[in-house]
């Protein structure tokens, strides 16, 4: 059993700034990439961001330039800081991960998604 927490979310004014961050718990092996999406009412679920456990990272061409993310491998937790936020990125921010876990057979790797958090930025 693995699960990932969000946490950070909350109401900003646009041009705010806001922090969130993903603690992934459980019998954890190692955590190959963990990343970031989003979901606005009536749209579908996108990638943010991601970062690999080596540090590298990707942002989709939305948000280049305002958000960054990274992760603590040591701490098992992703954040994403989102700066001069915008009205249109309000949604839903969701947490993702592939973790590793151990098993009697060997090695499994699982695909673990959090709960969310809600990201509001008004006018």
């Known amino acids: 059993q693995v699960q990932l927490m969000e946490s950070g979310g909350g109401l900003v004014q646009a041009g705010g700034s806001l922090r969130l961050s993903c603690v992934a718990s459980?019998?954890?092996?190692?955590?190959?990439?963990m990343d970031w999406y989003h979901q606005a009412p009536g749209k579908q679920r996108e990638l943010v961001a991601a970062?690999?456990?080596?540090?590298?990272?990707t942002i989709a061409d939305s948000v280049k330039g305002r958000f960054t993310i990274s992760r603590d491998n040591a701490k098992n937790t992703m954040y994403l800081l989102m700066n001069r936020l915008k009205p249109e990125d309000t949604a839903v921010y969701y947490c993702h991960a592939k973790v590793v876990v151990s098993s009697d057979a060997g090695y499994t790797a699982l695909e673990v998604w959090g709960q969310g958090t809600l990201v509001t930025v008004s006018s």
């Open positions: 970062v690999t456990s080596s540090g590298y990272a």
């Open positions: 459980g019998s954890i092996v190692g955590i190959d990439v």
